[in-house]
């Protein structure tokens, strides 16, 4: 069996003798509450995993995945620290909220 394979096999978590599950991953935090009309329609992804949910064919198929929430160190990997820990608590100037799509919905203290 190649490295590829094998790994391939441990992130899926199953022995070759079983057959394989599609994995779907989501999370309920994927979606938040934006206004409906906002440039980034962030209710496609909760709308999404309802609509999968109906189908028979993938919940025979599928293998649901939650996330947990990454460690810091590994969004600070590919994000400046102090932009997002500014983020983080809320503390973004508004020009940098309106850029990403954020003004309406950070709270500010």
Do not use: N
Not at 4 to 18: F, G, H, I, N, T
Not at 33 to 47: E, G, I, Q, T, V
Request: proline share 11%.
């Amino acid at each position: 069996q190649s490295p590829r394979k094998k790994l391939a096999d441990e992130y899926m978590c199953v022995s070759p003798s079983v057959s394989r599950r599609l994995p779907l991953v989501y999370h309920p935090h994927y979606s938040c509450s934006w206004p409906p009309k906002h440039r980034f329609p962030m209710s496609k992804f909760a709308d999404l995993h309802a609509f999968l949910l109906t189908q028979p064919s993938v919940l025979a198929t599928a293998s649901w995945h939650q996330p947990e929430l990454p460690p810091h160190a590994w969004v600070e990997a590919v994000h400046e620290r102090e932009y997002y820990r500014a983020f983080l608590g809320s503390r973004l100037g508004d020009a940098e909220a309106r850029r990403i799509g954020f003004r309406e919905q950070l709270s500010r203290p």
